[in-house]
């Protein structure tokens, strides 16, 4: 993606995520706004996009953090909503043994007294993978990389979900359920 991309899925995770708002728009219950308000609602407040570089931004996102509707006529975040109005209802899922997640150097004593808790997110995100849990990690400092117990948690009670781009979602990891990976 080239620079100006790069700028618009920032501008679309903030939009979509956290503060509908700065763009005029309201999100429906499972994160949806419609793609001609977000449009007009963003060229009101003097960003222009086109209907083309919005879907070149939601195809090639590393990430695949943008799902636009079957229809075409909406959009939203597929997971890492902050907004309270927002509770995307994902199917509870069977999680793999073993999941990951992702975190700098900074914050490991708190996650080890604590365990992993959304935040101002509503889920906390893991990974299936290693390499994309250093990679998130390494967005906040010197990279962590932390493995979760997550089968034993959903036997234990835990719900699970599965979000379209692959990221697995839980309401909270409890610290017996973390250990440390070795990078």
Not at 7 to 31: T, V
Not at 102 to 111: D, V
Not at 114 to 123: A, D, F, N, S, W
């Amino acid at each position: 993606m080239d620079r100006r991309d790069i700028e618009l899925s920032k501008y679309l995770s903030l939009i979509l995520r956290h503060q509908p708002e700065l763009a005029g728009l309201s999100l429906d219950r499972e994160g949806w706004a419609e793609i001609e308000a977000l449009l007009a609602g963003a060229a009101s407040r003097g960003r222009r996009i086109s209907r083309e570089q919005l879907e070149r931004v939601v195809a090639d996102n590393d990430k695949q953090r943008f799902a636009v509707s079957p229809d075409g006529l909406r959009i939203r975040a597929v997971q890492g909503h902050s907004a309270r109005d927002v509770s995307i209802s994902y199917e509870p899922q069977t999680p793999p043994k073993v999941l990951y997640h992702g975190t700098a150097k900074r914050f490991l004593e708190s996650i080890l007294a604590e365990g992993l808790r959304p935040g101002r997110r509503q889920h906390v995100h893991l990974s299936v993978d290693t390499a994309t849990a250093t990679s998130v990690g390494r967005r906040y400092g010197v990279p962590v990389v932390l493995r979760i117990a997550a089968l034993c948690l959903h036997a234990g009670g835990h719900e699970f979900y599965c979000a379209e781009n692959g990221v697995w979602l839980t309401d909270r990891v409890p610290v017996e359920a973390i250990t440390l990976h070795d990078l």
